[in-house]
């Protein structure tokens, strides 16, 4: 990535004020909640930040508008968590000629790393490894059919968790009745598991691999509305580790769930300063996921922050 820097007045050095345009996805999730919130206050004026947000409610246009009207605005830095992977070129390469650092959060993208001075996330490919390892041991030597509530289509956890969760359970006996998006909400997950049920029956199928809590604790209300138990006589695993997910895993509605932190807004906000001051920004930065049963979720969850 390049650690480009910004020439504008208040350029970040010195104490000065640092003037961030943070292009957020939208609020489709209890994550994102979570994101928004760690973001919000690491880039808080007590912290020298000037905050411009904008959320643009899951809509890639509006994101790009965003980023766009940042540009224009003549911000110190540009913050996203882009939506969606592809049809960022054009608008990175903006910023980039305008001499506007961009940061990436949480999401990737599929342009050249040139265009951004550095990202910082989760390991979403790891992330459905974890998950898959897990089906694979629990079910993979029994016929198990599964069910899977995508992500946003086209956005990189998507992709990412279905190819590490695909890659775990080959070989298994589990097999792959549908797979369509939920959108990472909890209204897109339970319509879209009220239309499995109603394809398959609840006696059909199995499991169920949500891409993200929200999707599982949807999923949940349309298996107990077809009078079936979820977590028994339909396995749940998810992604996340967010409250209300990891309550429906002490709650044996869920079986199992791999975490994804959002809790990024301070490494953010160190990267943002030290490349609009100047310095040399590590440009990938992962953070570290953990993974729960039931009893890790118990003993964990009076402590969770999110
Ligand atoms: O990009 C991270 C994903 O986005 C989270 O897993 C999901 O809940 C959110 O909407």
């Known amino acids: 990535p390049d650690t480009g820097s910004s020439d504008s007045a208040d350029g970040g050095g010195g104490g000065d004020v640092i003037t961030v345009g943070f292009a957020q996805t939208g609020s489709e999730s209890g994550w994102r909640s979570a994101n928004t919130e760690s973001m919000?206050?690491?880039?808080?004026?007590?912290?020298?930040?000037?905050?411009?947000?904008?959320?643009?409610?899951?809509?890639?246009?509006?994101?790009?508008?965003?980023?766009?009207?940042?540009?224009?605005q003549g911000v110190d830095a540009i913050v996203i968590a882009?939506?969606?992977?592809?049809g960022w070129d054009d608008v990175l390469q903006e910023a980039a000629d305008a001499d506007i650092p961009v940061i990436l959060e949480d999401r990737?993208?599929?342009?050249?790393?040139?265009?951004?001075?550095?990202?910082?996330?989760?390991?979403?490919?790891?992330?459905?490894?974890?998950a898959g390892e897990w089906a694979a041991a629990e079910f993979g030597d029994t016929e198990t059919n599964m069910v899977v509530l995508e992500g946003t289509t086209g956005s990189a956890?998507?992709?990412?968790?279905?190819?590490?969760?695909?890659?775990?359970?080959?070989?298994?006996?589990i097999?792959?009745?549908?797979?369509?998006?939920?959108?990472?909400?909890?209204?897109?997950?339970?319509?879209?598991?009220?239309?499995?049920?109603?394809?398959?029956?609840?006696?059909?199928?199995d499991l169920v691999y949500a891409h993200n809590d929200d999707m599982a604790l949807g999923a949940i209300e349309a298996i107990?509305?077809?009078?079936?138990?979820?977590?028994?006589?339909?396995?749940?695993?998810?992604?996340d580790a967010v409250h209300d997910g990891m309550q429906a895993l002490v709650d044996g509605k869920i079986n199992y769930i791999?975490?994804?932190?959002?809790?990024?807004?301070?490494?953010?906000?160190a990267a943002?300063?030290?490349?609009?001051?100047?310095?040399?920004?590590?440009?990938?930065?992962?953070?570290?996921?953990?993974a729960f049963d039931q009893a890790a979720a118990e003993a964990a969850l009076p402590d969770r922050k999110y």
């Open 224 to 239: 107990e509305a077809a009078g079936a138990v979820p977590g028994e006589d339909i396995k749940i695993i998810s992604i």
């Open 157 to 173: 956890p998507a992709n990412d968790r279905a190819t590490g969760f695909d890659a775990a359970i080959e070989g298994t006996m």
């Open 40 to 72: 919000k206050a690491a880039f808080s004026a007590e912290n020298g930040f000037d905050l411009v947000f904008n959320a643009a409610d899951n809509d890639t246009a509006a994101q790009i508008a965003a980023v766009r009207s940042f540009i224009n």
């Open 272 to 290: 943002v300063t030290g490349v609009v001051n100047g310095e040399s920004v590590e440009p990938v930065q992962y953070v570290e996921d953990l």
């Open 108 to 130: 990737t993208v599929s342009a050249s790393e040139d265009l951004y001075a550095a990202w910082i996330g989760l390991d979403f490919e790891q992330e459905g490894v974890t």
């Open 175 to 205: 097999t792959k009745l549908d797979s369509q998006t939920g959108d990472f909400t909890r209204d897109g997950g339970k319509s879209v598991m009220e239309g499995f049920i109603q394809n398959y029956g609840v006696d059909g199928i």
């Open 82 to 86: 882009p939506i969606v992977e592809d």
């Open 258 to 269: 791999v975490e994804c932190n959002p809790l990024l807004g301070d490494l953010v906000a």
